[in-house]
């Protein structure tokens, strides 16, 4: 049984003090005694540390945005898994599609990336999706299998099945475009079969697969229904205490 797992990514929205307002919002709007949905935030760096002592009793998960795949050394800008573990991140969302396009990560870096913050007890959220261009050329399928073939390579069943991924098609991000619920089941059950075929279906179905693109509490509901979505990964719909928590209810059975 999958738990259904809603995350924000703040991108890079909030200052320090307005993470606070958002923090203190979200502790006042959601529901803690409902444990049947796992709660991620992913602020700015520079937010982490505040945000992660604010959420420290209550059972929402800290992630970032981004890492580095080396533990220390001379990588000016750069952010190590150690360094997130100790602001008390359990999470890394890695491959974004904003990433992918305006800072050239690739497949290869994202499996780079994802093997290393698995070896050091980070949980990577994987994300994946084509283009307008590669849907309207019917590529989807081969586009989204190659993204997952080449970020999950030469990684072992047993820490895929604590992997996160995303299918966030590039033309729903921030556009207010969202798949139907038959579009995006279709890319999930895609995923989910390739990930049976590649490890086994046993594993397959313990791997938990967001969709990401435009979620909004109007439409929360019917993608969260569907069969092979489990969970969502939220960019706008996240800066405001009350929309988040309302596509949190959402997700409750
Ligand atoms: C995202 O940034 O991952 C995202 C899905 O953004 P939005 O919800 O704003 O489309």
Redesign the pocket.
């Known amino acids: 049984m999958r738990t259904k797992t809603i995350a924000g ?1 703040w ?1 890079m929205f909030k200052n320090f003090q307005q993470t606070e307002d958002l923090i203190n919002g979200l502790k006042k709007a959601l529901d803690f005694t409902d444990k049947s949905v796992k709660v991620i935030v992913c602020p700015p760096f520079t937010s982490l540390a505040l945000a992660g002592s604010l959420l420290k009793e209550t059972p929402v998960a800290l992630g970032a945005q981004n890492m580095y795949f080396e533990d220390e050394g001379a990588f000016t800008g750069e952010i190590s898994p150690g360094m997130l573990k100790s602001v008390g991140c359990e999470y890394v969302i890695l491959g ?1 599609s ?1 990433r992918r396009l305006y800072f050239h990560e690739t497949n290869e870096s994202v499996n780079t990336k994802a093997k290393k913050a698995l070896a050091s007890g980070l949980i990577p959220i994987v ?1 994946v999706g084509e283009t307008l261009e590669e849907r309207e050329k019917n590529i989807t399928d081969l586009i989204v299998s190659t993204q997952v073939r080449g970020c999950l390579k030469e990684i072992s069943a047993a820490d895929v099945e604590r992997i996160i991924i ?1 299918y ?1 098609p590039v033309w ?4 207010g475009k969202t798949a139907t619920p038959q579009q995006a089941e279709e890319v999930h059950l895609l995923i989910r079969k390739l990930v049976g075929q590649l490890y086994s279906w046993a594993t397959a179905e313990k791997v938990v697969i967001q969709y ?4 909004k509490p109007e439409n929360a509901k019917e993608l969260l229904s569907q069969p092979n979505i489990d969970g969502a ?5 996240c800066l405001k205490a009350d929309s988040f928590a309302s596509i949190i209810k959402s997700a409750t059975a």
Do not use: P, W, Y
Not at 172 to 175: D, E
Not at 212 to 215: M, R
Not at 233 to 237: K, N, R, S, Y
């Open positions: 990514n991108k974004h904003e994300c995303a966030e729903a991000i921030g556009t990401g693109g435009s979620v990964l939220v960019g706008g719909a």
